[in-house]
């Protein structure tokens, strides 16, 4: 299956009156956000099922990629990608898809970089994984397994003239 991972775009900072499940994106995580939908718009994967955490910050992430995408389905909060969680019981929704399903999951760091670095097999790699608010990565991973899968893309909206 194909799991795409996107990090919340960049949010306002939280303050004693704004709890951190409630920081907003600022202009430029909306912007970003909306260049990572038309880049992932523009690949050739169909996402069919799109989750996000419960966070203000990540619900408006998944609302802005769908719009790109122009996804027609509902999109799933789950407490299994808030920050802290670590992403991995995610899986327990991720089985029920097929290997030429697409997912994606919206999250937070360090949670989202460390579940790319299980999905492909390698727990050192998340050193090398720099997630950037905004930022994605496509994995190509059976789901037998939920390891050792191949990148398909990583990329961050800084490098996206879109």
């Avoid at 202009?27 to 799109?50: E, P, T």
């Avoid at 727990?123 to 397994?145: C, D, H, M, W, Y």
Wanted: charged share 20%.
């Amino acid at each position: 299956m194909k799991i795409i991972l996107v990090r919340h775009g960049e949010a306002e900072n939280a303050t004693p009156t704004i709890s951190d499940t409630q920081r907003e994106l600022t202009d430029k995580g909306v912007s970003d956000i909306h260049k990572i939908g038309r880049f992932i718009k523009n690949s050739a994967l169909a996402v069919k099922q799109v989750y996000y955490s419960p966070y203000l910050r990540t619900k408006h992430t998944a609302e802005i990629l769908s719009e790109e995408l122009k996804y027609g389905g509902e999109m799933l909060a789950s407490d299994d990608l808030a920050a802290g969680k670590g992403c991995s019981d995610i899986i327990s929704c991720l089985v029920n898809f097929s290997n030429s399903d697409t997912v994606l999951l919206v999250g937070h760091n360090p949670d989202i970089t460390y579940f790319a670095a299980r999905l492909l097999g390698n727990a050192t790699v998340a050193e090398n994984l720099i997630f950037q608010p905004g930022s994605t990565i496509a994995i190509n991973v059976a789901r037998e397994k939920f390891a050792h899968g191949q990148i398909i893309w990583a990329i961050s909206p800084d490098n996206l003239g879109i």
